[in-house]
């Protein structure tokens, strides 16, 4: 294989994409770029199912524990890490793996960003206003309501990623995926797309065991060490959100874990419906991992 190229392991949450993309980098002796929006802060672990103190051994990874939990990172933040990273990969190799769950990044990666049409300061302020009045329940429905295209396959659970839909959407009468549609970044080098998927109550079952798993672990203690910097975009986030109001007095314990559940499983839908609208994504089980890299050789 002489020619520059990124296999992108994509897939829901829990389907398996860490230990996938390890093997696969393991057999070609090259690194990973971790594409998840939340792995990359180090404050966080447990909690963002990150690749454990050992599979972080066995391959070099890019973007996980690169950032902190105050820095404001976005696709175009990890559009030109991930670009870097693959240039210096590629001073050593001849290909490098790609792989998490965030739809976005993957594309920003793949092909760069779209150019939004200008919003202004009084509609975005309006609606931030009201965001921080009635939250982030009021939020989603807003968003539900104006823009159920977005609502339907982006991370409804991202203020500012819903906030970002909403200005959008008021702004030009719209969906903001109206213009998510713009040309390709051309990249120097081949980009082969493969996804992993399960059938949907094994991919359930994985989701509710790995939250269980992560109580044990002490993803409680996790998010109790983080209550003062609540209020952070990285912090709105499936398993901190609603540990958040357990330890608020919103909730009992048993129901933030019940919504961590239903709110992980429901992310995992929206990432199907997003990885799915790619027609160059070919599909394989996680475990089939010869399948995948007699794709990658061939």
């Known amino acids: 294989m002489t020619e520059k190229t990124c296999v992108i392991i994509a897939g829901p949450t829990a389907v398996g994409k860490t230990a996938a993309a390890i093997a696969v980098a393991r057999h070609f002796n090259t690194a990973v ?11 966080m672990t447990i909690g963002v199912a990150k690749p454990s103190h050992s599979e972080l051994q066995q391959v070099h ?18 559009e030109q890490y991930a670009l870097q990273a693959a240039d210096e990969i590629f001073q050593q190799h001849d290909l490098a793996v790609v792989t998490g769950g965030t739809g976005l990044y993957i594309k920003a990666f793949c092909e760069g960003l779209d150019d939004m049409p200008p919003v202004s300061i009084n509609i975005r302020q309006a609606i931030t206003a009201q965001y921080e009045r009635a939250g982030l329940a009021w939020l989603q429905q807003q968003v ?24 959008v959407k008021q702004a030009t009468g ?4 109206t213009f998510q549609q713009g040309k390709k970044a051309a990249r120097p080098f081949r980009i082969i797309k493969l996804g992993l998927e399960l059938p949907k109550p094994e991919l359930h079952a994985r989701i509710n065991t790995r939250v269980d798993q992560m109580m044990e672990q002490g993803l409680l203690n996790e998010v109790k060490q983080l209550v003062p910097y609540k209020q952070l975009n990285a912090l709105q986030t499936v398993g901190y959100s609603e540990l958040f109001e357990y330890l608020d007095g919103k909730i009992t314990l048993q129901q933030a874990i019940d919504q961590i559940k239903t709110n992980t499983r429901q992310y995992a839908k929206r990432q199907m419906t997003w990885f799915k609208r790619d027609a ?11 399948n995948i890299v007699e794709k990658v050789v061939n």
């Open 144 to 167: 539900q309501e104006q823009d159920p295209l977005y609502y339907a396959t982006g991370e409804v659970q991202n203020p500012q990623r819903l906030i970002r839909a909403l200005e």
């Open 33 to 43: 770029i971790s594409a998840d929006s939340r792995q990359c802060f180090k404050e």
């Open 280 to 290: 160059n994504m070919q599909w394989f089980s996680p475990d089939a991992v010869e």
């Open 61 to 78: 990874h890019y973007f996980i524990n690169s950032h902190s939990i105050h820095d404001d990172v976005n696709a175009a933040v990890f």
């Open 174 to 177: 719209e969906s903001i995926r």
